[in-house]
C-alpha cells in the first residue's frame, strides 16, 4: 500500500493516526536462542495501532535497517518499534533510519528484550516470553502517544578551559593548541607540573621525572595558543556545551608577574622561614617563595599568611624592577569557552586517622610521598634519604602496602589505588641502590602489577635487589628510646607472628580526590561516583565524557591511575573536546522540560531543585523558563511541580502513563489522555 507525496508530509510531522511497525531481532541467538521471535511478531500484530510486524536475524544489520526503511518509505508505518538489546547501544542507529527515511527519528521506540528478558531468564523461557511481550506491549502504548520532536543547534565556542595543569592537563592543552584551538589552563598553585613534580623517578623504567615533566611544562609556557592561568581558580561556570562563561579569580602574587625576572635576590633578603609544602613540610622556604627550582612560571609569589611586611623585598637595592605589589588584589577574568576538561588530579589519604600506625605521632613514620621528597636530587636532603629523628640514614626501612586503600572499616576505602605498589617498589629499590647493605621490606596483602613491564619490575626487586615481601598486615606499630620502629604483624605465608625492628617505616597512602571536588562537581553541574572521583558518563563507550555535554575528564580527576595511563586519557578528552569543536556546532536531543505557562505559579522549586541549573524565571510574567540546552531531561522538575505545569519532552506524564496502564492490563485512554 503506497500513499502520496502530500499524505507522505501527514506521516513526516506525526499528525496522523499512527501505524506502527514493530521489528523483533533475534539478536543471533541471544534472543531467538530463548523465546521464539516469529511468535512475538505474531502477538505485537494484535496490539492496537500496530499494522504490520516482522522479525529478522539482526535488525541492526544493513539488511534488518533496510527493511524499516522501506516500510517507511513506502507510507506503511509512521511509528516504529524494535524488540533488541538496549536503547544505549542501538538506539541511535534505528533513530538514524528513521530519519534517513524521512520519519520524523523521535517517533521511534526500542523495546530492550535482551537485557531485561532472555538473558536474564535464559533458562525460563516461559517467563523471558511473558516478560519480552510485557516490553513489547509498553513500547507499542508509548510510541502511539509520541510526537514530533526537533532537535536543536547551538554554535560551539572553539576554545577549551582546562582545570589543573598536572600531567593530565599540560597533555590536553599541547595537543589542542597544537590543532589551533585556544587553551585556558587554569591551575591553583603558583606553578604548573602538579604531583608529578614531586616525584624522583618514575617506574617501570626508573627514568627521571624531572627529566620528562620539565620540558613538558617549558613547552606548555612557551605556546602561544596557551593562557596560562597559574595562581587562579575557576569561581563560576554558566551556559551550556558550546557556549560556557566562565569567570576565573586570579589570586594576588603580590610580585608583578610582568616585571619579575626571577632573580631570586628577594629571598636571600627575607628575614621569615617557614614550612615547605612542596616538600611535604620537610624543608624550609621563604615568605617569597618560587615552589621548586624548575618552577614554570618561574616569577615569585609572597605568602601573605607568613610575611611580615618589612619591606626588605620592596627596596630599590633588592628588586631593581620594582616587582614588589604589597597592594595586590584578586583580579577577575571572564572567558567564553566550548569545552571544559577537568584533569584537577589527587590528593594524597591522610595517615593519621589510622592509630595503629603512629603517623604524626612517631617521628620516623611517614608517607610514601614524604619518601619520594627524601630520595629527590632536588629535595630536602638531596636525595639522600635519612631518619627525621635524628637525620642519619636508616639501615632498615619497612613499607606498608594498601594504607588507605582497600580497607575501609576505620576510615579507608574500598578502591585500589594502582600505583602504591609499584611506588613502593620502585622507592625500596631506589634505597638499595643507594645503600645495599640496607635492610628492605615490604608487608602487603596482594602485589598489584598491572602494567606494562611492571611485573618484571616487581620480580626484579625481589631477586636483584634483595627487598623482602611479607605478605600480611602489620597490627601494631611502637618506638623504642632510641626511636627504632617497632612493628608487629603476621607473615600469612608462613603463619607465624613476627616482631621487626626498624629504623623507619613508609606507609604506602593511596589516593584521594581533591579536597576541593565538591565545589568543581557543583560548578561544573558534573557527577560524583560512589568513591568520590568524578563520574564518568560510560564505563566503556565513554571513559573521558561527563554526563553534561562538553564536560570531559582526564586522569586521577576521573579515578587512580598511574602516569601513562594519566597521559592517554589526557589525549582521549583532548580529542573528545576537539572532535565537539571542530563541528562548530553541535545538536542538543530535545528531551528538555518545557513549561506550560499559564499552569505555572510562580513558586520556584522547580529553580531551586533543578540540578543543572537550567531553570531560570521570569520576574515580568511570573513564570519559570527552562534553557534547552541546559536542561539533561532528569525529570526532577516535572515531579516536584506542585501545579503540574512542567511536561518532559518524550517522557511526558500521559506517554509514561499509556506504559504503565498496559503493563498493569488497565484499560487503554485514546487520544493522549492523562
Given at each position: 500500500?503506497?500513499?502520496?507525496?502530500?499524505?507522505?508530509?501527514?506521516?513526516?510531522?506525526?499528525?496522523?493516526?499512527?501505524?506502527?511497525?514493530?521489528?523483533?531481532?533475534?539478536?543471533?541467538?541471544?534472543?531467538?536462542?530463548?523465546?521464539?521471535?516469529?511468535?512475538?511478531?505474531?502477538?505485537?500484530?494484535?496490539?492496537?495501532?500496530?499494522?504490520?510486524?516482522?522479525?529478522?536475524?539482526?535488525?541492526?544489520?544493513?539488511?534488518?535497517?533496510?527493511?524499516?526503511?522501506?516500510?517507511?518509505?513506502?507510507?506503511?508505518?509512521?511509528?516504529?518499534?524494535?524488540?533488541?538489546?538496549?536503547?544505549?547501544?542501538?538506539?541511535?542507529?534505528?533513530?538514524?533510519?528513521?530519519?534517513?527515511?524521512?520519519?520524523?527519528?523521535?517517533?521511534?521506540?526500542?523495546?530492550?528484550?535482551?537485557?531485561?528478558?532472555?538473558?536474564?531468564?535464559?533458562?525460563?523461557?516461559?517467563?523471558?516470553?511473558?516478560?519480552?511481550?510485557?516490553?513489547?506491549?509498553?513500547?507499542?502504548?508509548?510510541?502511539?502517544?509520541?510526537?514530533?520532536?526537533?532537535?536543536?543547534?547551538?554554535?560551539?565556542?572553539?576554545?577549551?578551559?582546562?582545570?589543573?595543569?598536572?600531567?593530565?592537563?599540560?597533555?590536553?592543552?599541547?595537543?589542542?593548541?597544537?590543532?589551533?584551538?585556544?587553551?585556558?589552563?587554569?591551575?591553583?598553585?603558583?606553578?604548573?607540573?602538579?604531583?608529578?613534580?614531586?616525584?624522583?623517578?618514575?617506574?617501570?623504567?626508573m627514568d627521571c621525572s624531572a627529566c620528562?615533566?620539565?620540558?613538558?611544562?617549558?613547552?606548555?609556557?612557551?605556546?602561544?595558543?596557551?593562557?596560562?592561568?597559574?595562581?587562579?581558580?575557576?569561581?563560576?561556570?554558566?551556559?551550556?556545551?558550546?557556549?560556557?562563561?566562565?569567570?576565573?579569580?586570579?589570586?594576588?602574587?603580590?610580585?608583578?608577574?610582568?616585571?619579575?625576572?626571577?632573580?631570586?635576590?628577594?629571598?636571600?633578603?627575607?628575614?621569615?622561614?617557614?614550612?615547605?609544602?612542596?616538600?611535604?613540610?620537610?624543608?624550609?622556604?621563604?615568605?617569597?617563595?618560587?615552589?621548586?627550582?624548575?618552577?614554570?612560571?618561574g616569577q615569585y609569589t609572597i605568602d601573605?599568611?607568613?610575611?611580615?611586611?618589612?619591606?626588605?623585598?620592596?627596596?630599590?637595592?633588592?628588586?631593581?624592577?620594582?616587582?614588589?605589589?604589597?597592594?595586590?588584589?584578586?583580579?577577575?577574568?571572564?572567558?567564553?569557552?566550548?569545552?571544559?576538561?577537568?584533569?584537577?588530579?589527587?590528593?594524597?589519604?591522610?595517615?593519621?586517622?589510622?592509630?595503629?600506625?603512629?603517623?604524626?605521632?612517631?617521628?620516623?613514620?611517614?608517607?610514601?610521598?614524604?619518601?619520594?621528597?627524601?630520595?629527590?636530587?632536588?629535595?630536602?636532603?638531596?636525595?639522600?634519604?635519612?631518619?627525621?629523628?635524628?637525620?642519619?640514614?636508616?639501615?632498615?626501612?619497612?613499607?606498608?602496602?594498601?594504607?588507605?586503600?582497600?580497607?575501609?572499616?576505620?576510615?579507608?576505602?574500598?578502591?585500589?589505588?594502582?600505583?602504591?605498589?609499584?611506588?613502593?617498589?620502585?622507592?625500596?629499590?631506589?634505597?638499595?641502590?643507594?645503600?645495599?647493605?640496607?635492610?628492605?621490606?615490604?608487608?602487603?596483602?596482594?602485589?598489584?602489577?598491572?602494567?606494562?613491564?611492571?611485573?618484571?619490575?616487581?620480580?626484579?626487586?625481589?631477586?636483584?635487589?634483595?627487598?623482602?615481601?611479607?605478605?600480611?598486615?602489620?597490627?601494631?606499630?611502637?618506638?623504642?628510646?632510641?626511636?627504632?620502629?617497632?612493628?608487629?604483624?603476621?607473615?600469612?605465608?608462613?603463619?607465624?607472628?613476627?616482631?621487626?625492628?626498624?629504623?623507619?617505616?613508609?606507609?604506602?597512602?593511596?589516593?584521594?580526590?581533591?579536597?576541593?571536588?565538591?565545589?568543581?562537581?557543583?560548578?561544573?553541574?558534573?557527577?560524583?561516583?560512589?568513591?568520590?572521583?568524578?563520574?564518568?558518563?560510560?564505563?566503556?563507550l565513554k571513559p573521558v565524557d561527563t554526563?553534561?555535554?562538553?564536560?570531559?575528564?582526564?586522569?586521577?580527576?576521573?579515578?587512580?591511575?598511574?602516569?601513562?595511563?594519566?597521559?592517554?586519557?589526557?589525549?582521549?578528552?583532548?580529542?573528545?573536546?576537539?572532535?565537539?569543536?571542530?563541528?562548530?556546532?553541535?545538536?542538543?536531543?530535545?528531551?528538555?522540560?518545557?513549561?506550560?505557562?499559564?499552569?505555572?505559579?510562580?513558586?520556584?522549586?522547580?529553580?531551586?531543585?533543578?540540578?543543572?541549573?537550567?531553570?531560570?524565571?521570569?520576574?515580568?510574567?511570573?513564570?519559570?523558563?527552562?534553557?534547552?540546552?541546559?536542561?539533561?531531561?532528569?525529570?526532577?522538575?516535572?515531579?516536584?511541580?506542585?501545579?503540574?505545569?512542567?511536561?518532559?519532552?518524550?517522557?511526558?506524564?500521559?506517554?509514561?502513563?499509556?506504559?504503565?496502564?498496559?503493563?498493569?492490563?488497565?484499560?487503554?485512554?485514546?487520544?493522549?489522555?492523562?
Amino acid at each position: 500500500m503506497a500513499i502520496s507525496e502530500n499524505e507522505k508530509k501527514i506521516v513526516i510531522s506525526g499528525k496522523e493516526k499512527p501505524r506502527i511497525g514493530v521489528y523483533i531481532c533475534h539478536c543471533g541467538m541471544n534472543i531467538a536462542g530463548v523465546v521464539d521471535p516469529k511468535k512475538l511478531a505474531e502477538y505485537a500484530k494484535s496490539l492496537p495501532g500496530v499494522v504490520l510486524a516482522k522479525d529478522y536475524k539482526f535488525m541492526c544489520s544493513d539488511n534488518g535497517q533496510q527493511l524499516i526503511k522501506e516500510d517507511i518509505e513506502a507510507g506503511l508505518i509512521n511509528r516504529v518499534v524494535v524488540a533488541a538489546c538496549s536503547p544505549r547501544m542501538h538506539e541511535p542507529t534505528f533513530r538514524l533510519v528513521c530519519k534517513e527515511a524521512g520519519l520524523n527519528q523521535f517517533l521511534f521506540e526500542q523495546a530492550n528484550i535482551r537485557e531485561h528478558a532472555t538473558w536474564v531468564n535464559m533458562y525460563e523461557p516461559e517467563g523471558a516470553e511473558k516478560i519480552s511481550k510485557d516490553h513489547i506491549r509498553m513500547a507499542v502504548a508509548k510510541v502511539r502517544e509520541l510526537k514530533p520532536l526537533d532537535v536543536q543547534k547551538v554554535r560551539v565556542e572553539p576554545a577549551c578551559l582546562i582545570i589543573g595543569a598536572g600531567i593530565a592537563g599540560m597533555n590536553s592543552a599541547l595537543d589542542l593548541a597544537k590543532e589551533g584551538y585556544k587553551v585556558y589552563l587554569v591551575e591553583s598553585s603558583p606553578t604548573i607540573g602538579g604531583h608529578m613534580a614531586q616525584l624522583d623517578k618514575t617506574f617501570p623504567t626508573m627514568d627521571c621525572s624531572a627529566c620528562i615533566l620539565t620540558p613538558r611544562m617549558v613547552d606548555v609556557g612557551r605556546e602561544k595558543n596557551i593562557e596560562l592561568l597559574t595562581y587562579s581558580e575557576v569561581v563560576d561556570v554558566e551556559g551550556y556545551v558550546g557556549n560556557f562563561e566562565v569567570t576565573i579569580m586570579k589570586k594576588p602574587h603580590y610580585v608583578d608577574q610582568e616585571k619579575c625576572t626571577g632573580c631570586g635576590a628577594c629571598v636571600e633578603t627575607c628575614p621569615v622561614t617557614c614550612g615547605n609544602e612542596f616538600d611535604l613540610g620537610m624543608a624550609t622556604r621563604k615568605a617569597i617563595y618560587i615552589p621548586f627550582p624548575q618552577a614554570v612560571p618561574g616569577q615569585y609569589t609572597i605568602d601573605m599568611e607568613k610575611c611580615i611586611k618589612c619591606g626588605i623585598c620592596a627596596r630599590p637595592e633588592v628588586c631593581e624592577p620594582g616587582a614588589i605589589k604589597y597592594d595586590d588584589k584578586p583580579e577577575y577574568i571572564k572567558v567564553k569557552v566550548g569545552t571544559i576538561i577537568v584533569a584537577t588530579g589527587w590528593d594524597l589519604y591522610d595517615p593519621i586517622e589510622l592509630k595503629q600506625y603512629g603517623y604524626g605521632r612517631l617521628p620516623n613514620v611517614i608517607t610514601g610521598l614524604q619518601m619520594e621528597r627524601l630520595l629527590s636530587s632536588f629535595g630536602p636532603v638531596l636525595g639522600k634519604p635519612v631518619r627525621p629523628s635524628d637525620l642519619k640514614a636508616p639501615h632498615s626501612i619497612a613499607f606498608l602496602q594498601c594504607v588507605g586503600s582497600r580497607y575501609f572499616r576505620e576510615g579507608g576505602n574500598k578502591y585500589c589505588s594502582r600505583v602504591c605498589c609499584m611506588y613502593a617498589t620502585k622507592q625500596a629499590r631506589q634505597y638499595k641502590e643507594k645503600h645495599p647493605e640496607a635492610d628492605v621490606y615490604i608487608f602487603y596483602m596482594d602485589i598489584r602489577a598491572f602494567g606494562k613491564g611492571y611485573e618484571e619490575f616487581y620480580e626484579s626487586a625481589s631477586e636483584n635487589f634483595g627487598i623482602n615481601y611479607i605478605r600480611g598486615r602489620i597490627a601494631e606499630v611502637y618506638e623504642n628510646n632510641d626511636h627504632d620502629i617497632i612493628i608487629r604483624a603476621e607473615d600469612t605465608l608462613l603463619q607465624t607472628l613476627i616482631e621487626l625492628k626498624v629504623d623507619m617505616l613508609v606507609l604506602s597512602c593511596g589516593l584521594v580526590p581533591r579536597a576541593n571536588s565538591d565545589e568543581i562537581a557543583s560548578l561544573l553541574s558534573i557527577q560524583k561516583s560512589g568513591d568520590g572521583f568524578f563520574m564518568e558518563a560510560h564505563p566503556k563507550l565513554k571513559p573521558v565524557d561527563t554526563l553534561t555535554d562538553g564536560i570531559f575528564v582526564a586522569g586521577v580527576a576521573q579515578g587512580p591511575k598511574d602516569i601513562p595511563d594519566t597521559v592517554a586519557q589526557a589525549k582521549g578528552a583532548a580529542s573528545s573536546a576537539a572532535a565537539l569543536m571542530s563541528q562548530g556546532e553541535v545538536e542538543i536531543e530535545p528531551y528538555y522540560a518545557i513549561v506550560i505557562d499559564h499552569l505555572c505559579s510562580g513558586c520556584k522549586t522547580c529553580q531551586s531543585l533543578c540540578p543543572f541549573g537550567a531553570i531560570d524565571f521570569d520576574e515580568f510574567k511570573k513564570v519559570a523558563i527552562v534553557n534547552p540546552a541546559l536542561c539533561k531531561g532528569c525529570g526532577t522538575c516535572v515531579a516536584a511541580c506542585p501545579s503540574g505545569a512542567m511536561i518532559q519532552n518524550h517522557f511526558a506524564t500521559y506517554q509514561l502513563n499509556a506504559m504503565i496502564n498496559v503493563a498493569l492490563k488497565r484499560p487503554t485512554v485514546e487520544n493522549g489522555g492523562k
